[in-house]
Antibody, heavy 127, light 108 residues
């Protein structure tokens, strides 16, 4: 079964740090880019970061740039998110999601979608 | 602009057809993908690409696009289709990922 399982969430004080993990199974992890997406209570989905399949390129949302670091270990089929200088507004459920991007050879368009999601891990930043 | 815009809420009578839209400049380059999310659950991909459904998604779900607007249509909405629907694409630079704010669908 194709699966992503997040772990590492919890309660942390403002200014603190937390490291999230995402364990992949059922597919060739090293072939896919992987995203972190979060959802604050009562809010919509917010993209946080993604890392390319090789792990050589990473991008971040402006809201977390300079504070969060995404990484992966393809030998361990695992993705990580190191979160530093946490703020109250970082409180959310954090999901890892497999991404696919490719061009449509029949049209000028590109495909992009996240087809596999974990169940999420909850991060609460509060004093 | 680097954002996707959705109506906050839409309602549909049971068995009728509903269209949920998503607008953004990136949709002139990327097909939108659509996710259904029910309370307390992870998002589920329902439509991607020009009009593709992952395995297990009913054929009452379909997608289309024109210019900077993408649409998700549910033909013959069922009670179990209630939930939040979000659109998604990369931005034009391909360095960032965009989500719409989500549309809450109520089936009456």
């Amino acid at each position: 079964e194709v699966q992503l399982v997040e772990s590492g969430g919890g309660l942390v004080q403002p200014g603190g740090s937390l490291r999230l993990s995402c364990a992949a199974s059922g597919f060739t992890f090293s072939n896919y880019e992987i995203n972190w997406v979060r959802q604050a209570p009562g809010e919509g989905l917010e993209w946080v970061s993604y890392i390319t399949s090789s792990g050589t390129t990473m991008y971040y949302a402006d809201s977390v740039k300079g504070r969060f670091t995404i990484s992966r270990d393809n030998a361990k089929n695992s993705l990580y998110l190191q979160m530093n200088s946490l703020r109250v507004e970082d409180t959310a459920v954090y999901y890892c999601a497999r991404g696919e991007r490719y061009s449509d050879w029949l049209t000028p368009y590109y495909y992009y979608y996240m087809d596999v999601w974990g169940k999420g891990t909850t991060v609460t930043v509060s004093s | 602009s680097s954002e996707l815009t959705q109506d906050p809420a839409v309602s549909v009578a049971l068995g009728q057809t509903v269209r949920i839209t998503c607008q953004g400049d990136s949709l002139r380059t990327y097909y939108a993908s659509w996710y259904q999310q029910k309370a307390g659950q992870a998002p589920v991909l329902v439509i991607y690409g020009k009009n593709n459904r992952p395995s297990g998604i009913p054929d009452r779900f379909s997608g289309s696009s024109s210019g900077n607007t993408a649409s998700l249509t549910i033909t013959g909405a069922q009670a179990e289709d209630e939930g939040d629907y979000s659109c998604n694409s990369r931005d034009i630079s391909a360095k960032n990922v965009l989500f719409g704010g989500g549309t809450k669908l109520t089936v009456l």
